[in-house]
Nanobody
Framework: QVQLVESGGGLVQPGGPLRLPCAAS????????MAWYRQAPGKQRELVAG???????NYPDSVKGRFTISRDNFKKTVDLQMNSLKPEDTAVYYC?????????WGQGTQVTVSS
């Protein structure tokens, strides 16, 4: 049962923007905390953006000011808007949903930042 589907990945030049949508079939979507994680080759999976059911957001210093997470509870989507991309942003990006102890992951989408 697929509940989270990421898209929008691809190749982008340094400094460019990219938007990653995550479409959710979870219910009730509005009660879930949502997040984007990424995993680069040889590195641990790390949080890049989080948003609570109430709309509060959280970003690590590495992406603060460049990435923005948002949600649309009617469309059941979560977007990650990435700006001023750097080569070190290259990774597989994963959408995550959490409701209490229940956690769901998307399949991941590749983002490559290169000239």
């Amino acid at each position: 049962q697929v509940q989270l589907v990421e898209s929008g990945g691809g190749l982008v030049q340094p400094g460019g923007p990219l938007r990653l949508p995550c479409a959710a079939s979870t219910s009730p979507f509005s009660m879930h905390a949502m997040a984007w994680y990424r995993q680069a080759p040889g590195k641990q999976r790390e949080l890049v953006a989080g948003i609570t059911s109430g709309g509060s957001t959280n970003y690590p210093d590495s992406v603060k000011g460049r990435f923005t997470i948002s949600r649309d509870n009617f469309k059941k989507t979560v977007d990650l808007q990435m700006n001023s991309l750097k080569p070190e942003d290259t990774a597989v990006y994963y959408c995550k949903a959490a409701l209490g102890s229940i956690v769901r992951w998307g399949q991941g989408t590749q983002v490559t930042v290169s000239s």
